[in-house]
């Protein structure tokens, strides 16, 4: 802001005085929400990481199981089981992490089959991998779920960032500058008061 367009009033000090104490309560609120985040964020990335190692366990199982269940069942027993399944749809709802919207996903299953007559109807070795790759589906869907939140998270970490570096570096110096000039033009304003009264009183007692 041009000094010319500033108001050197005590009025306006005081306003921009309280801008600034206000800047810096919003900046340290900012900087608490970021510290929350970041631990949110490296949490989020710990538990990723420890199930994408699982995940790989999880997809060896079910491989395995699988062929086990042909070498038993036969192709043609596979993709009858495979059609007679009930198919499972997903639900997202949202969570709040510290004002932020995470996706939290829900699986239903649609009717089918009862359990009891399935165990009765399919063989060991095919319920196996079924649950194998129902186990491994589960968890490719969690991943997802928690790979998305963490792009949300990075997101508002780097937004919240900007807007503390702008108060921080910019807003909070430019408030401080316009103060500091408004306190000069005062005091410079009060001497020259000081002055002309003591000039006035010099020529009336003289």
């Known amino acids: 802001m041009p000094q010319s367009s500033i108001k050197t009033t005590r009025i306006e000090l005081i306003r921009t005085r309280a801008r600034i104490a206000m800047a810096r309560k919003g900046l340290n609120l900012l900087k ?3 510290s929350s985040l970041v631990i949110a964020f490296f949490e989020l990335a710990r538990q990723i990481k420890l199930m ?5 366990k999880a997809v060896q ?9 042909e070498l038993h069942a036969g192709r043609i027993t596979l993709d009858r089981i495979a059609m007679e399944q009930s198919r499972i749809s997903a639900g997202i709802e949202a969570k709040n992490v510290m004002g932020v919207r995470i996706p939290n996903v829900g699986l239903s299953k649609a009717a089918s089959l009862s359990e009891a007559y399935e165990l009765i109807s399919v063989p060991t070795a095919v319920e196996d991998a079924k649950r194998s ?3 491994l589906f589960n968890m490719l ?7 998305n939140s963490l792009r949300l ?5 780097e937004k919240i960032n900007r807007r503390a570096n702008a108060i921080e570096n910019f807003a909070i110096p430019s408030m401080i500058s316009k103060a500091t000039y408004i306190k000069g033009r005062l005091d410079d304003m009060e001497r020259d008061q000081i002055v002309s009264v003591k000039f006035i009183k010099g020529k009336i007692s003289g």
């Open 32 to 34: 608490m929400k970021r």
């Open 52 to 56: 994408r190692g699982g995940m790989r």
């Open 61 to 69: 199982a079910a491989m395995e199981s699988s062929q086990l269940a």
């Open 133 to 135: 790759y129902l186990k």
């Open 141 to 147: 869907i969690e991943i997802a779920e928690k790979e």
């Open 153 to 157: 998270l990075l997101y508002e970490i």
